[in-house]
């Protein structure tokens, strides 16, 4: 069974339009943690936030925003105002605390173009 | 602090031959990760090392793919022989987490190298 669901394959929003990539995860475990990473053009993964299983408060940085959801399983990711350099393919990631060695389970990943 | 090193960044082979891609982790991670991600997917998990030994490695094709981390520190991830559908971006990984970590430690984050794109002709 997948773990971590991202419904949406690719998304398109014209600049400074807000966006949101949906992210429903399942575990069975009790302590987990859940990322987002982004992946620009050039191939790298760069981590963008994580989240503990007790930590429900949503989270801003900058145009950035969280929204952590226990009783939906989800982990949404929200960028306001986005800029085309937000244009990149975005990964919801779960790691359980009950897996040896820190294990992450990765999403298909929403590939996100904004158009200038 | 450097980042996770991989190397060659491009590498094309036809299939039946071996190829064979290296990772050095940022210093001091002691855990070291080896994804394969096929165009269109998320990276998918082939072996973790805790520093030199396995962690995992269920999802790792041990017919044809290999790997070791000897002194806990680079890595070397061997494709022998190549087929077409291993065509993909190879990607290494690090993290801090050490088994001896309370539960509490497991929110270290992978931190990514830029990956080999693999093409198998």
């Known amino acids: 069974a997948q773990k971590v669901t991202q419904a949406q394959t690719e998304i398109s929003v014209v600049e400074k339009e807000d966006v949101t990539l949906d992210c429903v995860y399942e575990t069975r475990d009790t302590t987990y943690y859940l990322f987002w990473y982004k992946q620009p053009p050039s191939g790298e993964l760069v981590f963008l936030i994580r989240r503990n299983s007790f930590d429900e408060q949503n989270e801003i940085s900058g145009r950035y925003s969280w929204n952590f959801q226990k009783s939906t399983s989800s982990f949404n990711f929200t960028i306001t105002a986005s800029q085309v350099v937000d244009s990149a393919v975005y990964f919801c990631?779960?790691?359980?605390?009950?897996?040896?060695?820190?294990?992450?389970?990765f999403g298909t990943g929403t590939s996100l173009t904004v158009i200038p | 602090e450097a980042g996770v090193a991989q190397s060659p960044r491009y590498k094309i082979i036809e299939k039946r031959q071996s190829v064979a891609f290296w990772c050095n982790p940022i210093?001091?991670?002691?855990?070291l990760y080896w994804y394969q991600q096929i165009l269109g997917q998320g990276p998918k998990l082939l072996i973790q090392?805790?520093?030199?030994?396995?962690?995992?490695d269920s999802q790792l094709p041990k017919d044809r793919f290999s790997a070791e981390r000897l002194k806990g520190v680079d890595s070397t991830l061997k494709i022998q022989p190549a087929k077409l559908e291993d065509s993909a971006v190879y990607l290494c990984a690090s993290s801090l987490i050490s088994v001896a970590d309370s539960p509490s430690s497991y929110n270290s984050p992978l931190h990514f190298g830029n990956g080999t794109r693999l093409t198998v002709t």
């Open positions: 090392f805790q520093n030199n030994g396995v962690v995992d």
């Open positions: 210093s001091g991670h002691a855990t």
């Open positions: 990631a779960l790691s359980e605390a009950l897996t040896l060695g820190n294990q992450f389970y």
